[in-house]
């Protein structure tokens, strides 16, 4: 029987972006700005996300504590707020549309493995929440995947597959439970 060897796995074709000195930079700048409840002055923290290459939005707020993998590949749009101890963890691009919402404990996974390989290949996505998304605290966004707009993703719940439109998905994996009604 085929057995795992990580000693042969190469992550190819996929890339990091950036140079390796501004990768280190931006390391030291997640860890000490974001990733951390320190410093939680939001203007600052959208200052660094732009000016490593971040497309960010008017009025984004983000809380203490999130771990912001690539900012060079990731776009918020306006009035977005992103709760405290988000990991994005973007090896490729997210996309988070306006008045978005990502609580507490979200993760946003673009890379994964491909267990049926010995070589356990690096698999990416880029993950797309469209406008008023709302991924609930704890819950999981899994590579390639679309939340479309006005979605809900519950607490605790994961994403394995697009998540339709006003639509409140629930479970692991996430099913569509019922309609999103905004008065």
Known sequence: ???????????YPFHPGGNPLKRIVWF?????VFKT???????????LLRLFGAKIGNNVTIKP???????????????????????????????????ACLS????LLTGSHNYKKSTFDLITGSIILEDGAWIGAQAIVNQGITVASHAVLTS??????DLAAYAIYQGNPAVKVRERIIN
């Open 104 to 107: 507490q404990g979200a993760l």
């Open 1 to 11: 029987m085929q057995q795992t060897n990580l000693s042969a796995y190469n992550n």
């Open 37 to 47: 409840s320190l410093l939680p002055v939001n203007s600052i923290k959208v200052f």
């Open 65 to 99: 504590c999130v771990n912001i993998k690539y900012p060079w590949f990731l776009t918020i749009g306006d009035e977005t707020w992103i709760g405290e101890n988000v990991w994005i963890d973007n090896l490729v691009m997210i996309t988070i549309g306006a008045n």
């Open 156 to 161: 605790g719940s994961v994403a394995t597959k």
């Open 28 to 32: 030291y700048i997640n860890a000490v």
